[in-house]
């Protein structure tokens, strides 16, 4: 696999990894309420724990020597950069998730405020 095979496998992974924990999200956030009280937390924490403990496993799954800096910040692309991505894309899809959730409980709310007050 060339160089620019491996960005884009590694990009690709990463989006889906995204995207995957953004879907799941939004759906346990609509069909369980207490899914936003304890659940989402514990996912959030399972993403943060799978960010620091990726590079160990980017280090793991490459024959080449490389910092626990260099595989975190993913300057250099070897075999197992795709851990990384996909770990980022973990986090980044729990997070938007809980503030796109965020979002929408508070626009109910306020259009729950609006309706008791009369404002339309």
């Not at 899914?35 to 990726?54: E, H, M, P, Q």
Request: glycine share 10%; proline share 1%.
């Amino acid at each position: 696999m060339t160089h620019d095979e491996l960005a884009i496998y590694v990009v690709i992974r990463g989006c889906a990894s995204f995207v995957f924990a953004l879907l799941a999200m939004v759906i346990s956030f609509r069909r369980s309420k207490a899914f936003g009280r304890r659940g989402y937390w514990l996912w959030l924490s399972v993403a943060i724990c799978w960010v620091f403990l990726a590079p160990f496993f980017y280090n793991g799954m490459s024959s080449y020597e490389i910092s626990y800096t260099d595989a975190f910040l993913l300057r250099k692309l070897h075999a197992g950069a795709w851990a990384m991505t996909m770990a980022y894309g973990l986090l980044l899809g729990v997070v938007l998730g809980g503030l796109f959730q965020l979002m929408l409980r508070h626009n109910q709310a306020g259009q729950a405020g609006d309706e008791r007050s009369g404002v339309r």
